[in-house]
């Protein structure tokens, strides 16, 4: 059978109700028949002008918050990359010019992705239910209609206080949880001066405070150094808590192990006893400066990358193992190493650098090393802000990320 080629277009154009879509800066880029007809605006007036130039609140009704709670769920949908369906609204239309109709709403929003993960566009999505209102009301019955009003503004006001009373809720849980991850987290001074720079960027979002952690440790004999990160799963206090005791553990398994795969197979038996600790990830390296060695071990993290000075770019990813706890009967963990020579880097990270929703990690892995290999001469603190502000989205990521550098 011959492929035929669909018309999206077309498709677009006759969608049931009324669609519209919008950059990231909310300005029209189309809008379907349905939307030009019902909205009254023909397309000319839509495309290339801003959402609120062309739908202004009605500014003789002081009350209306029709088009403030729209932006304000668009905006979400751009920060979140996540759907957004609003409760009824009231929005009073303009026509003709000076001339406000009374007019019932009920809007969806949701993303469209472009190639590099990010929201490139959004889909505007209303039914208008004027007329379903009305009829609720009863023909021509003005106080039954005027009832029904007031009854569907009371439900929205309290909707709004209990979404609000949620929010500041989540707010205070994302502030303890993030003072408490910092508290838990090594201060910057005890990573060795000019030789590495560590960084780390909470998710965006009130309920996503999560687990990410990291760790360096000076090690018993010789001038070596021990690296790690780690990621916990889930979110707020509970994430928070795991990621603590999971770190002092490793924290002081590393000054005893006689390697990475050993430390990892000890914060492994550890794991199976705390709860929430569960599938957690981490990659652990120990350097060698005399020896000019990394030796390191992987439990179900992403590889760290090591960028040697004329530029090529190694994955550490010949001893990666399940996760934490994955195994009912533990076995030992693969340990792997390789040689550097001076003036390399080595970038140890949290999946929220590299990991963006309908795109594969490779991409991020390959953007990643493209970042490290173009920043490679500069030094550790200059490198780890170059890298957070070429991957992680301009809004913020909605994963935690942590990035440590290390210049060997």
């Known amino acids: 059978m011959n492929e035929t080629a669909v018309d999206y277009e077309a498709i677009?154009?006759?969608?049931?109700?009324?669609?519209?879509?919008?950059?990231?800066?909310?300005?029209?880029?189309?809008?379907?028949?349905?939307?030009?007809?019902?909205?009254?605006?023909?397309?000319?007036?839509?495309?290339?002008?801003?959402?609120?130039?062309?739908?202004?609140?009605?500014?003789?009704?002081?009350?209306a918050t029709g088009m403030r709670n729209l932006h304000a769920s668009l905006l979400r949908v751009v920060a979140t990359g996540e759907r957004d369906a609003m409760a009824l609204q009231r929005y009073d239309v303009e026509d003709p010019p000076g001339e406000w109709s009374e007019r019932y709403w009920s809007p969806v929003n949701a993303p469209v992705f472009g190639p590099d993960g990010k929201v490139a566009l959004l889909v505007h999505r209303v039914e208008e239910v004027?007329?379903?209102?009305?009829?609720?009301?009863?023909?021509?019955?003005?106080?039954?209609?005027?009832?029904?009003?007031?009854?569907?503004?009371?439900?929205?006001?309290?909707?709004?206080?209990?979404?609000?009373?949620?929010?500041?809720?989540?707010?205070?849980?994302?502030?303890?949880?993030?003072?408490?991850?910092?508290?838990?987290?090594?201060?910057?001074?005890?990573?060795?001066?000019?030789?590495?720079?560590?960084?780390?960027?909470?998710?965006?979002?009130?309920?996503?405070?999560?687990?990410?952690?990291?760790?360096?440790?000076?090690?018993?004999?010789?001038?070596?150094?021990?690296?790690?990160?780690?990621?916990?799963v889930g979110h707020g206090l509970g994430a928070a808590g795991v990621m603590g005791q999971l770190r002092s553990a490793l924290s002081a398994t590393l000054l005893v192990a006689d390697g990475p795969a050993q430390a990892l197979d000890v914060l492994g038996r550890y794991a199976h006893v705390v709860d929430g600790a569960e599938s957690a990830t981490v990659a652990t390296t120990f350097i060698d400066f005399d020896a000019r060695t990394v030796t390191y071990s992987s439990a179900g993290h992403p590889p760290p990358v090591l960028v040697h000075p004329e530029g090529r770019v190694e994955f550490l990813d010949q001893a990666t193992d399940p996760p934490l706890d994955a195994r009912p009967d533990p076995i030992p963990r693969p340990q792997a190493v390789t040689t550097y020579t001076s003036g390399?880097?080595?970038?140890?990270?949290?999946?929220?650098?590299?990991?963006?929703?309908?795109?594969?990690?490779?991409?991020?892995?390959?953007?990643?090393?493209?970042?490290?290999?173009?920043?490679?001469t500069a030094d550790p603190e200059h490198l780890a802000d170059a890298v957070l502000t070429e991957l992680l989205p301009p809004g913020g990521a909605t994963d935690d990320t942590a990035l440590i550098i290390v210049r060997l």
């Open 12 to 63: 677009f154009q006759c969608l049931p109700g009324m669609v519209a879509l919008l950059t990231p800066d909310l300005v029209y880029v189309d809008a379907n028949e349905d939307f030009q007809r019902l909205s009254g605006r023909p397309r000319e007036e839509l495309v290339g002008r801003y959402l609120f130039d062309v739908f202004p609140d009605n500014p003789n009704d002081t009350t």
């Open 130 to 232: 004027t007329e379903l209102i009305r009829l609720r009301g009863g023909t021509g019955s003005n106080s039954r209609a005027r009832v029904l009003e007031a009854e569907l503004y009371t439900r929205a006001r309290e909707l709004q206080e209990v979404n609000e009373r949620l929010r500041q809720s989540h707010a205070r849980e994302r502030e303890v949880a993030l003072a408490l991850q910092e508290a838990m987290l090594p201060p910057r001074r005890q990573v060795r001066t000019g030789r590495a720079a560590v960084r780390y960027r909470p998710a965006v979002g009130a309920l996503n405070v999560c687990g990410d952690w990291y760790d360096v440790v000076d090690l018993v004999g010789g001038n070596r150094i021990g690296v790690s990160v780690g990621d916990v």
């Open 344 to 376: 390399a880097t080595l970038a140890l990270y949290t999946d929220g650098l590299v990991e963006r929703r309908h795109e594969d990690i490779d991409t991020g892995l390959a953007r990643l090393a493209e970042s490290l290999v173009r920043h490679r």
